[in-house]
Nanobody, 115 residues
Framework: QVQLVESGGGLVQPGGSLRLSCAAS????????MGWHRQAPGKQRELVAT???????NYADSVKGRFTISRDNARSTVYLQMNSLQPEDTAAYYC?????????WGQGTQVTISS
């Protein structure tokens, strides 16, 4: 049973930073792709960033230059460093892992940007 546990969410002021973590049960080397999605109230869940097992990254246009996804295979953890946060970044952030055709999701962590 694969478990993904997110942490690091919270309330920050505009312009602030947060680092989200996604800890996986077992080795993340087993996953072809890992990533972060987010869902704001009343909106569809959207892709934020992904990273492949080879380290190739991909970002939504809205976060390019502000967010950085990384992985630490030794700690079985994927990170999302978020800088220059804006109110429109407010959402529940979910970790996702893909192994071949199977997707696994974490329970989410809330990020709120407000002054």
């Amino acid at each position: 049973q694969v478990q993904l546990v997110e942490s690091g969410g919270g309330l920050v002021q505009p312009g602030g930073s947060l680092r989200l973590s996604c800890a996986a049960s077992g080795s993340i080397s087993n996953f072809n792709v890992m990533g972060w999605h987010r869902q704001a109230p009343g909106k569809q869940r959207e892709l934020v960033a992904t990273i492949t097992s080879g380290g190739t990254t991909n970002y939504a246009d809205s976060v390019k230059g502000r967010f950085t996804i990384s992985r630490d295979n030794a700690r079985s953890t994927v990170y999302l460093q978020m800088n220059s946060l804006q109110p429109e970044d407010t959402a529940a952030y979910y970790c996702k892992a893909i192994r071949f055709t199977v997707q696994y999701w974490g329970q989410g962590t809330q990020v709120t940007i407000s002054s």
